[in-house]
């Protein structure tokens, strides 16, 4: 069964913008924490960012300041704001539940979504 399932990936400009959202079933914890993945071709996956049931959010150094994390827990859809991208943003986004941050952060995921990929032109 698919419990997280994202949308939004496309083809942008570099210094354009574009916003993933990610719908959480309901059998995932309102609790748990929710992030983000990516992985470009050839490298490993990284960790984008990670935000809390409270909606405290911590992000991956190479994201900050251009990338936001939101939550929304009546719709259970969590969004990832993408801005000023970088043709190194480019990657197969993925979605991910984990209990905690600190969880997601040392990648013990409970759950994936299918991932979306995001490309940027140059």
């Known amino acids: 069964q698919v419990q997280l399932v994202e949308s939004g990936g496309g083809l942008v400009q570099a210094g354009g913008s574009l916003r993933l959202s990610c719908a959480r079933s309901?059998?995932?914890?309102?609790?748990?924490?929710m992030g983000w993945f990516r992985q470009a071709p050839g490298k490993e996956r990284e960790v984008v960012g990670a935000?809390?049931?409270?909606?405290?959010?911590t992000y991956a150094d190479s994201v900050k300041g251009r990338f936001t994390i939101s939550r929304d827990n009546v719709k259970n859809t969590v969004y990832l704001q993408m801005s000023s991208l970088k043709p190194e943003d480019t990657a197969v986004y993925y979605c991910?539940?984990?209990?905690?941050?600190?969880?997601?952060?040392?990648?013990?995921?409970?759950?994936w979504g299918q991932g979306t990929q995001v490309t940027v032109s140059s």
């Open positions: 991910a539940a984990a209990p905690s941050i600190s969880r997601m952060f040392q990648r013990i995921v409970s759950y």
């Open positions: 309901v059998r995932i914890s309102s609790v748990f924490a």
């Open positions: 935000i809390d049931w409270t909606g405290s959010a």
